[in-house]
């Protein structure tokens, strides 16, 4: 169960009509789709601060039961602002997704295991030196098939875009710990460094990574905070 976040306030049409095309698309793509805006706009007009409110505190009753946490495009309104920290402070798992009329690249795990954000990399790792550190790789750059957890984690090997202020390049290379394979991105296509309780449940939920990453941690030092 996926609840679909976006902006209400504004052009309250069109923001209701997006919020139906969201969850058109993201049935398609084999989720249960739910946007407070479709619901709860039906008996609390958000133009009157107490119906307001009581939508917002309904829209979070609603988001405590889902699955995961959708915030759909550029824009993040007051209202998702709070959805956002209420789902970091329950430990549900939000995604990001900043072109949401492209549903092929929803966070849609191709097993079991859900899929990694940046919400589970370290907070401000996108600007440290990503030289011999594990990184996410955003789900988008992997093919249906592969979009896995699994193949989101890679270890940076070297490139100039492993400092944050890189000058002429911002490429940087991957090496797959279990797999072995190699693959040059840039800076921009990973989210950051995983926090060390997510290392620990990608371990988990994959046996293979204990072996394969015990050997790299000893060679070149702590990798994962």
């Given amino acids: 169960m996926v609840y679909i976040a976006s902006p209400l306030r504004g052009d309250y049409n069109t923001n209701i009509k997006n919020a139906v095309e969201y969850c058109r698309l993201a049935g398609e793509r084999g989720v249960l789709p739910l946007a407070p805006h479709i619901i709860f706009s039906q008996w609390c007009n958000d133009t009157v601060p107490k119906q307001r409110e009581q939508g917002l505190q309904l829209g979070l009753a609603l988001l405590e039961k889902a699955d995961e946490l959708w915030i759909m495009g550029e824009k993040i309104s007051e209202g998702m602002r709070g959805e956002i920290s209420f789902a970091m402070e329950h430990g549900i798992p939000a995604y990001h997704i900043t072109n949401p009329l492209e549903p092929e690249g929803y966070p849609v795990s191709a097993d079991e295991n859900r899929l990694l954000s940046k919400f589970d990399c370290v907070p401000e790792s996108s600007r440290s030196n990503y030289e011999k550190q594990f990184v996410v790789l955003r789900h988008e750059h992997?093919?249906?098939?592969?979009?896995?957890?699994?193949?989101?984690?890679w270890l940076v090997t070297h490139g100039p875009g492993c400092r944050p202020d890189y000058i002429h390049s911002d490429t940087i290379h991957l090496r797959h710990p279990v797999d072995g394979d190699y693959m040059a991105v840039g800076r921009g296509d990973v989210w950051g460094v995983p926090k060390s309780e997510m290392m620990d449940c990608i371990r988990q939920a994959y046996p293979e990574f204990d072996a394969a990453m015990q050997p790299a941690a000893e060679q070149d030092g702590e990798l994962c905070r």
């Avoid at 992997?142 to 984690?153: E, G, M, P, V, Y």
């Fill in 142 to 153: 992997l093919k249906a098939d592969f979009r896995t957890s699994r193949n989101q984690i």
